[in-house]
């Protein structure tokens, strides 16, 4: 495997933390069949969804990526459940205790034409320059 496949999540310094969001975060977290409607705002535009747990966005994405398998590779979708519990870590906390990432499920990109959804999304926290709780 090259280096770049293993690179370190930056950490993200104290200063420039929204503490609020990652009180949702965390609460999320905490009751993991827990969902938060919220609407997110990127450099890349404007998302809505429902904020979750890294292990029921995981679950979600398992369906997504099962669901997409049009080639029928059964053997490497038998093993799919499998690599997703082995490289994930739970909550994905870095070692400052914040979290890197954030996961939405049922998914719309507001800044696009037409409507444009995904049943999943991940992204950095870091890259949220700012949320409201609900849904537009």
Known sequence: ???????????????????HLEVLLRMVEAQPGARMAICLTTRGGVITGHLVAAQAWAE??????????????????AQL??????????????ENGLHPFL???????????????????????SDVCGWSLGTV
């Open 1 to 19: 495997m090259t280096e770049h496949q293993h690179q370190a999540v930056e950490e993200v310094p104290l200063t420039t933390v929204d503490m």
């Open 60 to 77: 979600r994405w398992e369906d997504t990526v099962r669901q997409a398998d049009e080639q029928g590779q059964a053997e490497v979708m």
């Open 81 to 94: 459940p499998q690599m997703i519990q082995s490289t994930q870590r739970h909550g994905e906390v870095s």
């Open 103 to 125: 996961h939405l499920v049922d998914v719309t990109f507001m800044s696009v034409p037409g409507s444009l959804t995904s049943p999943v999304w991940r992204g950095r926290v």
